[in-house]
């Protein structure tokens, strides 16, 4: 009796303690070649237990590396961190949730282990965006938990609130109105090595990107490098919708991150663009759709 082969489980192992916007560019290193057209991977295991610290936008980013493999009909597990209190960080912001949702086996965690986050950190647990109405649910929600923490934490006055609630809406919508694809949004209170706290705001999708999206309104944009089309994107009045459209999105995201002591990286493509002061941009491996970070930080 012939013994039925084992499939290949092809594995990702994160070995830095830390996962934010910047690093999680070896996760998509990684998962570039699996979601190639003919790749022969078919399960996968994310290793994330070397993990002691993990950003709402790192967050975010892995979330949507997750799902992408799994509706490319690429079986994905989870192995969870050691640290008991990031298990219970990534449940509190609904990872663990989302995993049961598109059946992605999560490895080795034990529910009610670990420190309980503070409600007041946990500002939006990883939360999917589809359509307006979803935006306007996140920024509601926001702005509930997220007022008493800007004055008393940030020093910052309702109206900065309103400011900030603004460039997280525009972020949202980029997914409904450009995309073509659902995306995700989450956000979370931290606090630096320093003690200076700050709020991380990630937004994801795994869409067209941005140089795609703009190739309705100007064709040339085809020919363009990712770093050019996200350099394009940031100028007013340039959208993909059309020539008329708004187009104000990011170039407003920037400003109020910048009037905030705060930075602002975008991924899309093959390029991820760090805002702060100059920009600055750095070459990874190609991975659908769009990806932002947006931090601010306490009043100077």
């Known amino acids: ?48 237990s070397h993990i002691q610290f993990i950003s709402a936008s790192g967050l975010a980013w892995t979330w949507t590396i997750l799902s992408t493999l799994r509706e490319r009909g690429i079986s994905v597990r989870l192995s969870v961190p050691q640290a008991p209190s990031v298990c219970q960080w990534l449940e509190t912001m609904k990872l663990f949730h989302h995993c049961a949702t598109h059946d992605i086996p999560v490895l080795d965690y034990h529910p009610g282990t670990g420190r309980l986050t503070d409600p007041e950190e946990a ?43 603004s460039a997280i809406s525009e972020a949202c919508l980029n997914i409904c109105e450009h995309s073509n694809s659902r995306g995700v949004v989450a956000a979370q209170r931290h606090t ?15 869409g067209q990107g941005i140089r795609s999206s703009l ?16 350099h ?8 993909g919708k059309s020539r008329e459209d708004r187009g104000y999105g990011l170039p407003r995201i920037r400003s109020i991150v910048q009037t905030y002591n705060g930075r602002l990286q975008i ?23 769009t990806q932002l970070c947006i931090s601010v930080s306490q009043r100077s």
């Open 1 to 48: 009796m012939r013994t039925p082969s084992r499939r290949r489980i092809d594995v990702a192992e994160y070995t830095g303690p830390k996962l934010d916007a910047k690093n999680t560019d070896r996760l998509f290193d990684v998962v570039h070649s699996w979601i190639q057209a003919g790749s022969p991977v078919e399960d996968v295991q994310f290793d994330l």
């Open 123 to 165: 500002l939006l647990p990883l939360t999917t965006i589809e359509a307006s109405q979803d935006v306007h649910q996140v920024v509601t929600t926001i702005i509930d938990r997220l007022g008493c923490i800007f004055e008393s934490h940030l020093g910052y006055r309702p109206r900065d609130l309103h400011n900030v609630s």
């Open 192 to 206: 630096s090595c320093l003690g200076t706290p700050f709020v991380v705001i990630g937004v994801a999708d795994a």
């Open 215 to 230: 190739t309705l309104a100007y064709p040339e944009a085809r020919s363009w490098s990712d770093e050019q089309a996200i």
């Open 232 to 239: 394009y994107a940031m100028q007013e009045g340039i959208s």
């Open 267 to 289: 991924r899309s493509g093959k390029t991820r663009v760090s805002l702060v002061g100059d920009i600055q941009a750095a070459d990874s491996h190609a991975f659908p759709g």
